[in-house]
């Protein structure tokens, strides 16, 4: 006890002496009168004493000399600094940091990495040598090289040091192979098959087919991205609580890389009641049409798209009432395990304006192309709503795989906003082909497609197809937003020739070309209306009916035709839910043969689960007369599209040898999708249809009528083959006539580039 006592004593007295010490130091200062500075070669003395922060004729203590070392050291142009305070004169010795004097790049030959890899280094040049920023900068520039695939990269640096106290950098390249993704992988997914999760991810599997794309090399951003981008699929599939637990790449023998992605999907939520609270500035009457949307929803899947849908409702009645600065959002509260309460939110938006918009990312695409699509420009309010249509249009171009957008504050006015808006282009080229086989023969077709001609949006379409008797070739040219107009430009030219001479008794050339606008007049609701010019001259041979030879000769007509399309699916390629309606008509404005075409289709999708798809197709068509008996040519006819199993054209009424069509024509298609048959082949999807069609009606001859309902029953499959996407069908004929021509197997075969 009494050894602690004395030791506690011995403590005290330390502390107490290293403090009086302390406070000594601290406590003695001088008047600063004379700076000197030894060592300097770069830096003036003027410099250097500014970096210091002393000036003289003021007092200085240790305090403010550690204060001002620290204060060089910090403008890292020394590597030594030694300050000595005597008679009120201070001297600063100092060791000056080399300077960089210049940065190389050596093993890169192609232009556009080197060109970023030097647009990193330039702004070092000039700059102090420090071997920790050297080093940052050396993982910068391997960690770019690496996102273009080299991921196997390695860089060596030498710095060569100069006489004037200045140092070169070189950094050394050795790219090796770029390391293709071999294989992706998705653990823990028991619910989608493998092949569409990689339609849903940016990163691709290296087939030898995708020799341009970038996204088949690994780079950790596009990683980051896919995980978003799956957890975003399973939410909108229902699985809220889906998590993406990991990523990670593994390497096949240091040449490629193996991607797995670990997914936890948890289970599927259903909508529960859904509601809405809005601001004491608006009015409950002005939102009432929110209610019948909220009970249709109740019990369904949970899915981000649909509240997206409600809040584009939103948008629209607050554009009806000129809401201008409204915010929708909402909250989601889980109750009953898997059921989510979702309660939207009306408040009134901070007001401001926009300054300036910046367009990034288009290399191919013209800025003017993007620039058409938005609504909100510079100088205008913001508006939200206003906004995400923009986005929304820019996206329906089909010509870039992401659109992604940023809002900033200005620099020079508070109310003032600065949007930048980034896109990443993709391919906008396809070449597809198709073939058919039938009981009279074969017929085949193929085309090319571009959707982004020239940087301009502007879509070119040519295709050909070749039969036994038939020659049919399209060109295509379509500008979305024609002047600037909001209104698309369509222009066609084609061409059919078609000989029935030895089956038939006749043959016809029709060639034409057609021009018209489209826009859409309301939410989801499109107009189109065309004028178009034809001659066709229709001959016979002496074989013919008194009917065909009756319609001999050469006709010149122009036509005007127009069509209303609702659209409600919940995406145009591949479809899940929804519908699609539309009604066309084509009227004569000069014809030899004034006939009347009424054209109404309509298409409905529902989701059963994730991978069983129902749907349906309504086809109606009636084509009659004015003055006279409907010209062969212009008479309806039931394409393969509508009736598998069957020929385009060969069922329904026929004289003779000859088939003549029908005044009026329907088909009804029934699919299913099958997700069970073929799980066991990842990239192949199956599906199971019932196609029924009719054609009946004989204006000039009401005995030729064979309204018998032909119907065929089959399975068509997808197979994302390694050249591109192939189709077949094989239909089995459940109710045909004697005189039909049947047609069991089909198939089209398409790529993109």
Same mark, same amino acid.
């Given at each position: 006890? &009494?050894? %602690?006592? /004395? !030791? @506690? *004593? =011995? ?5 107490? +002496? $290293? ?5 000594? #130091? ?47 050291? &910090?403008? %890292?142009? /020394? !590597? @030594? *600094? =030694? ?5 009120? +004169? $201070? ?5 000056? #940091? ?49 996102? %273009?695939? /080299?991921?196997?990269? =390695? ?599």
């Amino acid at each position: 006890m &009494k050894n %602690n006592f /004395f !030791k @506690n *004593i =011995k403590i005290k007295i330390f502390y107490f +002496i $290293l403090i009086t010490i302390l406070n000594f #130091n601290n406590a003695y200062s001088e008047i600063l009168k004379e700076i000197l500075i030894k060592g300097n070669e770069r830096l003036s003395i003027e410099t250097i004493i500014m970096f210091s922060g002393l000036d003289l004729n003021t007092e200085i203590d240790n305090n403010k000399l550690n204060l001002s070392i620290k204060n060089l050291y &910090k403008t %890292n142009y /020394f !590597k @030594n *600094i =030694k300050m000595t305070l005597n008679n009120n +004169i $201070l001297e600063i010795e100092i060791v000056e #940091n080399p300077i960089i004097q210049t940065i190389k790049i050596e093993g890169i030959k192609n232009k556009e990495i080197l060109e970023s890899l030097e647009n990193i280094t330039k702004k070092d040049e000039k700059y102090p040598f420090l071997i920790n920023r050297v080093n940052d900068q050396k993982n910068l520039l391997a960690n770019i090289v690496r996102s %273009n695939g /080299f991921y196997f990269a =390695k860089i060596e640096t030498k710095v060569i040091e100069n006489i004037n106290n200045s140092v070169d950098i070189v950094y050394k390249f050795d790219l090796g192979n770029k390391a293709i993704i071999k294989k992706i992988n998705f653990k823990g997914n028991k619910i989608f098959k493998d092949a569409k999760l990689r339609n849903v991810i940016k990163s691709e599997e290296g087939k030898f087919w995708k020799f341009i794309s970038r996204d088949k090399f690994l780079d950790q951003q596009r990683v980051m991205l896919d995980e978003r981008l799956l957890l975003k699929f399973y939410k909108n599939k229902g699985y809220y609580n889906a998590k993406v637990k990991s990523s990670y790449a593994q390497t096949i023998n240091n040449e490629f890389f193996e991607l797995n992605f670990n997914i936890d999907s948890g289970e599927k939520f259903f909508f529960n009641n859904i509601s809405f609270k809005i601001d004491e500035n608006f009015s409950n009457e002005n939102f009432t049409k929110l209610e019948n949307i909220f009970e249709d929803l109740k019990g369904k899947k949970y899915s981000v798209n649909s509240l997206d849908k409600i809040s584009k409702e939103i948008d629209l009645i607050a554009l009806q009432k000129e809401f201008v600065f409204i915010n929708a959002t909402y909250r989601e509260k889980i109750v009953d395990k898997n059921k989510i309460d979702i309660q939207f939110i009306f408040e009134d938006l901070e007001k401001f304006y926009v300054e300036q918009i910046n367009i990034f990312g288009n290399y191919l695409t013209e800025e003017k192309v993007i620039r058409n699509s938005l609504i909100v420009d510079e100088g205008d309010a913001f508006n939200q709503i206003l906004f995400d249509k923009s986005i929304g249009d820019i996206k329906a171009k089909n010509i870039f795989k992401s659109v992604n957008s940023d809002i900033k504050n200005s620099t020079l006015d508070k109310q003032k906003k600065v949007i930048d808006i980034t896109v990443e282009e993709k391919p906008t080229g396809e070449i597809f082909a198709g073939a058919g086989t039938g009981t009279s023969g074969s017929s085949i077709s193929a085309g090319i497609k571009e959707n982004n001609y020239l940087g301009k949006g502007i879509t070119l379409n040519t295709n050909l197809t070749l039969s036994d008797d038939e020659i049919k070739g399209k060109f295509q040219v379509r500008n979305p937003n024609f002047r600037n107009s909001d209104k698309s430009l369509n222009t066609t030219i084609e061409s059919t020739s078609s000989d029935f001479m030895t089956t038939s008794g006749f043959k016809t050339t029709r060639t034409g070309f057609g021009i018209g606008t489209g826009f859409e007049q309301y939410q989801d609701l499109f107009f189109n209306i065309d004028i178009s010019t034809y001659y066709e001259k229709l001959e016979t041979s002496d074989s013919a009916s008194a009917i065909k030879k009756k319609q001999e000769g050469d006709y010149f007509e122009n036509l005007v035709s127009y069509a209303f399309t609702l659209n409600k699916l919940d995406q145009n390629w591949q479809p899940t839910d929804g519908y699609k309606t539309s009604f066309a008509q084509v009227l004569p404005i000069y014809s030899e043969d004034l006939s009347i075409e009424n054209t109404f289709k309509a298409s409905k999708y529902h989701s059963v689960s994730d991978n069983l798809i129902l749907s349906g197709k309504i086809f109606l068509k009636a084509v009659n007369s004015i003055d006279d008996d409907v010209r062969v040519s212009r008479r309806v006819y039931i394409p393969t599209s509508r009736l598998r199993g069957f020929e385009s054209g060969k069922i329904g009424p026929k004289e003779g040898t000859t088939y003549i069509g029908g005044n009026y024509g329907s088909a009804i298609n029934l699919n299913t999708t099958l997700p069970n048959i073929l799980s066991g082949y990842e990239n192949i999807d199956a599906s199971l249809f019932l196609d029924a069609a009719n054609l009946w009606h004989v204006d000039y001859n009401s005995s030729l009528d064979s309204n018998k309902i032909r119907s065929s029953t089959g399975l068509s499959v997808n197979w994302w083959t390694p050249i591109g996407p192939l189709s077949f069908s094989y239909a089995i004929p459940l109710s045909d006539q004697p005189s039909d021509k049947t047609e069991s197997f089909r198939f089209r075969i398409g790529t993109s580039f």
